[in-house]
């Protein structure tokens, strides 16, 4: 093991302060007995209770949790067959076009793609609710769907699919029976990137989102601009507990996986 | 004796399996086929030898129906195929990577095709069994491809390709990614397997020495045209091109110009200060044709004294390439053209007769040489 040097130590120090100290503050103080959020008095687990017996904020947590499921679903499948194409469709009119075109919502300002959505559906006469935040979130996240799955594609070996067409497979069970269980992980990245990013947004949803219905997001940034209740923290822990559980489950699986493979390949070299 | 020889090829009244009838393909700019035609015969072990960038592999994806030739037809039993797709052909391919099914077992992966066609799970599971047992695999089965070794996914290809019995195999250098040691026994190996189960084979390979081992016919290509087409003894011994005797093996080439000395017998003059050379040609040339004259090394004979010989010439040994079972002494004449000989090493290293720098002659009958017109 190398030792670090002083100056590495503090560097990392105040990376990691700068980093995770606000987070710390906020749930620190969820825990907080006082309803003023600046003064500590005491341990209690009374905001969590509260909480749970908000009607408003669970409303909003299922319509955030419908919204999120639905929109990422369909933004996978649009995605993986938008990257699906412009790898593998070979040469057409204007694919050039199309993957630019594809990558372009990316760096698109959320205000802009909100507006654009907001006056496109009162254009169409939607009525503004859960329908419409979920098209505007699918819209969004499927680019970012696309991306992660296409970067699969494009290391995928073709002669896989080509072998199962030799095969006798036909082209749709070539995919179904080949390329997509190969490509499964960056089909589930995409899903969980789309997931968390429909989970988390504020302006797309704010824009397209009508009284009927409001998302956590939504919900919480209303509520703090009538001032930060304890609630909100005791919330806020929450997602944060959730988030850390998973991205520490999703790690902990991808090394067993490595382990496993890594350890195959020994055996299979030593058999030989 | 005569009928048991395997030559369907001479036989006016065979029908081909395969026809390539005037191919040509292009890829954009690229001629990768021009104006091909060649037949291939049902139980040949048929092979496609050239360098990098000949077509040979070209050839083979068109067979399989991964490319559509831009002109001209390509029959199977008869059939024009351009059009039908790769999997509605009854032509199987293994490819140069294996392209094994990673998230399949090796059970799975030979099951694959059978599955596509028919549901009858008794039958699918015999003919797997059947596969296994042929290419060594029982114990494997179960395992995925990537626990077992190099060798073994080898021949986990072979068997998901041989397993729906198609008419026509396709390999497409099939022992590339093996090292030297294995891929010499999974040439008769292969060889084995094809004999068995009577199935076609066309093998695209790089490697002379395994298209030599495994074919019954070699073609020789070269820029999308095919240069010979015959069995490796023919293509050895009797290259009809310059290209083709230089590509197959190693070769002493003279330039001259030849003139008939009577009964098939030419006498090429290759240097001004030496006498011409006697050799023999069944393929008639002109007087004063120019032309070269391909000698293998093995053919040539060295020696300390002048020998008594149809052809002989003086010259001095400038290099000796030792290489175990034989030595390759390079004779440099005083026309500064080198000759190749090649000797067996009969005797111990230290009891060899030449060294670098002595005076010899290099000799070879009028029948070892073929005189190649320009």
Known sequence: ????????????????VFLYVPMLILVIYSFNASKLVTVWAGFSTRWYGELLSNEAFLDAAWVTLRVAVISSTIATVLGTMAAYVLVRGGRFMGRTLFSGMIYAPLVM?????GLSLLLLFIGLGLDRGVLTIVLAHTTFSMCFVSVVVSSRLVSFDRSLEEAALDLGASPWDAFRLVTLPIIAPAVISG????????LDDLVIASFTSGPSATTLPMKIWSS????VSPEINALSTILIGLVTVGVIAASLASKQAALRAKRDEQAAARAA | MAETVFAPWDDPTERPLIRFRNVTKRFGDFTAIDDLTLDIFEREFFALLGPSGCGKTTMMRMLAGFENPTDGA??????DIAGVPANKRA?????????LFPHLSVWDNIAFGLRRESKDKAAIAARVEEMLKLTRLEKFARRKPHQISGGQRQRVALARSLAKAPKLLLLDEPLGALDAKLREATQFELMDIQEKTGTTFVIVTHDQEEAMTVASRVAVMDEGRVMQVATPERIYEAPDSVYVADFIGDVNLLHGTATPSGNDTYAVTWAANEAPVQAASTRPLSSGQTCHLAIRPEKVAIHKDK???DNAVQGKVLDIAYLGNLSTYHVELPTGDIIKAQVANTRRISRRDFTWEDPVWVSWTKTAGVLLAE
């Open chain 1, 1 to 16: 093991m190398n030792r670090l040097s002083s100056f590495n130590v503090v560097s990392l120090t105040l990376g990691f």
């Open chain 1, 109 to 113: 300002p959320e205000v802009i793609t």
């Open chain 1, 191 to 198: 899903w969980l990137l789309a997931f968390t990013l429909s």
């Open chain 1, 224 to 227: 703090v601009r009538l001032g």
């Open chain 2, 74 to 79: 390509i029959e199977l039993a008869g059939q």
């Open chain 2, 91 to 99: 032509v199987n391919m293994m490819f140069q990577s294996y392209a």
């Open chain 2, 307 to 309: 020998p008594e010989a």
